[in-house]
């Protein structure tokens, strides 16, 4: 996969979508990884019209599979029916975080590289909390990796 320039450890371009259940905690999150100097794709949705989250978690992971984006967050009113969609797709490792712990350690031990996020059960404060855990904290590797490989794996069977 095509890496991108990195400033103070923080991936330069992200691709971050959400369904209609989302969108106020979306643009809050835009906010946060622009000041961590990153570049923006927003692949929808502009409007708070119902919309189907799977549609969205294939944009957003068709981008990180593709190389376009380093990494993705998806986004709809609990995380879960997003990330279940994220982690449906060949190459995706999404993590529903709703803590910072569990945004660090999703790239540390995990290497994620999809977050999800509750849009209606996180506010904006924690939520850019996590977003900065998750964005900032690189792979540990070593023991990691080989598990790491291990989900992958699950992949093809």
């Known amino acids: 996969m095509r890496k991108f320039p990195r400033k103070g450890g923080i991936i330069m371009k992200i691709t971050i979508g959400c369904d209609h259940g989302a969108l106020a905690l979306k ?18 949705t502009f409007t708070e019209d119902s919309v189907d989250y799977p549609d969205i978690a294939e944009k957003v992971c068709a981008a990180v599979r593709e190389g376009r984006a380093e990494r993705g967050v998806v986004l709809c009113g ?6 279940m969609a994220a982690n449906k797709i060949r190459g995706i490792r999404c993590a529903l975080c709703g803590d910072v712990y569990s945004a660090r350690m999703a790239r540390a ?31 540990e590797g070593g023991r990691h990796a080989r598990r ?6 699950l992949e093809e069977k």
């Open 27 to 44: 643009d809050s999150v835009k906010e946060v990884l622009t000041a961590l100097g990153a570049e923006i794709d927003d692949v929808g």
């Open 78 to 83: 609990t995380g879960i029916g997003i990330s």
């Open 109 to 139: 031990h995990n290497d994620a590289n999809v977050l999800a996020l509750g849009g209606r059960v996180l506010g904006p404060g924690l939520a850019g909390d996590i977003v900065r855990a998750f964005f900032t904290q690189d792979f």
């Open 148 to 153: 790491v490989g291990k989900i992958m794996a």
